[in-house]
């Protein structure tokens, strides 16, 4: 079992950033892919960035590239998303999860999840 716990959440102006992070206790870390996804309220849940358990590869959903960027600190058991120029329809609850696999970016395919947090991007 590897638990989630995600944080950094909250409400902030069109332009503005946050920067939010997921600590993992259970399983040892690095041996997961870490992804974040984000559901709007309506909507399904879909895929944001994702980063390997050794941190060279990223990947990136096409609607946050250029303003997103994830990353990991392997000794901290964290990965972090830090989000900049946040616009209105980023507005959603985010998560994080763990997959032992790289390369598929569905929800589907992604074992364990955080409890999810908050992010309201107001105009």
């Known amino acids: 079992q590897v638990q989630l716990v995600e944080s950094g959440g909250g409400l902030v102006q069109a332009g503005g950033s946050l920067r939010l992070s997921c600590v993992a206790s259970?399983?040892?870390?690095?041996?997961?892919?870490m992804g974040w996804f984000r559901q709007a309220p309506g909507k399904e849940r879909e895929f944001v960035a994702a980063?390997?358990?050794?941190?060279?590869?990223?990947n990136y959903a096409d609607s946050v590239k250029g303003r997103f960027t994830i990353s990991r600190d392997n000794v901290k058991v964290t990965v972090y998303l830090q989000m900049n120029s946040l616009r209105p329809e980023d507005t959603a609850v985010y998560y994080c999860?763990?997959?032992?696999?790289?390369?598929?970016?569905?929800?589907?395919?992604?074992?364990?999840w955080g409890q999810g947090t908050q992010v309201t991007v107001s105009s």
């Open positions: 999860a763990a997959e032992s696999t790289w390369g598929d970016w569905l929800p589907r395919s992604y074992k364990y």
């Open positions: 259970g399983r040892p870390f690095s041996n997961y892919a």
């Open positions: 980063i390997s358990r050794s941190a060279g590869s990223t």
